[in-house]
């Protein structure tokens, strides 16, 4: 289990006309992101900074983003470790008001913007999953979705184009065993009858540790 918001949620801070707004989101992967972060550098196109911090997949990753050394990358990133969030991350942008703020003013503004979006933000405990992503030929639909419902399995995503495939989502530990009786279901044996390495012609199984989003369904 961990913990992690379930919306995107929105901080401020003002200080001597400087203005820092920060916006806090669930995050999956480092090209979510990215994505992201161009969109907010449209949309505040004379914010003179985006700094922020995200901790994702175990990675945690800073930027002051022109700012003094350590006044704005890491502060936000202390608020994340502090409520001790995971699959997230920050983004401060800053309006310069006329005056200098110093290193203290600056730590305390990317701070409190960031903890203020914080406390805004819906937190939620999250169990940890991995994802079965299957390819399979046509003839393979009935029988698949038939032993999905079966062993009562959850959707993730779906794509039924040129190359079909769907997500399921699983606890790491029960993945090998979901596999298995998927193969046994579609060959139509019992799961004891199949060796580890069975293969069904025309279904293939690849364990993901995150899922594959609508933005990027190429993945594997």
């Not at 929105?10 to 969109?39: M, N, P, T, W």
């Not at 022109?66 to 990133?77: C, F, H, N, V, Y």
């Not at 293969?199 to 933005?215: N, W």
């Amino acid at each position: 289990m961990y913990k992690t918001i379930s919306e995107d949620s929105v901080g401020l801070y003002k200080d001597r006309g400087s203005k820092f707004i920060a916006f806090a989101f669930h995050c999956d992967s480092e090209d979510q992101f990215s994505l992201e972060l161009q969109r907010i550098k449209k949309s505040h196109r004379k914010s003179r900074h985006f700094c922020y911090a995200y901790s994702i997949d175990g990675l945690e990753r800073c930027s002051d983003d022109g700012e003094p050394s350590g006044t704005a990358g890491k502060p936000i990133l202390r608020q994340i470790q502090k409520k001790e969030l995971k699959q997230i991350a920050v983004i401060v942008i800053r309006y310069f008001g006329g005056t200098l703020l110093g290193t203290g003013g600056l730590i305390q503004a990317y701070k409190a913007a960031t903890a203020d979006a914080l406390a805004h933000a819906k937190v939620i405990s999250y169990e940890l999953k991995h994802y079965i992503k299957i390819e399979f030929e046509y003839r393979h639909l009935g029988p698949l979705m038939s032993a999905i419902k079966k062993y009562k399995l959850t959707i993730h995503t779906q794509e039924l184009g040129k190359d079909p495939f769907i997500v399921i989502s699983c606890h790491p530990d029960a993945c090998s065993d979901i596999i298995q009786h998927i193969k046994a279901s579609i060959s139509k044996k019992y799961p004891s009858e199949l060796h580890e390495d069975f293969k069904v012609e025309g279904l293939a199984f690849l364990t993901l540790d995150r899922p594959i989003s609508p933005r990027n369904q190429s993945a594997s």
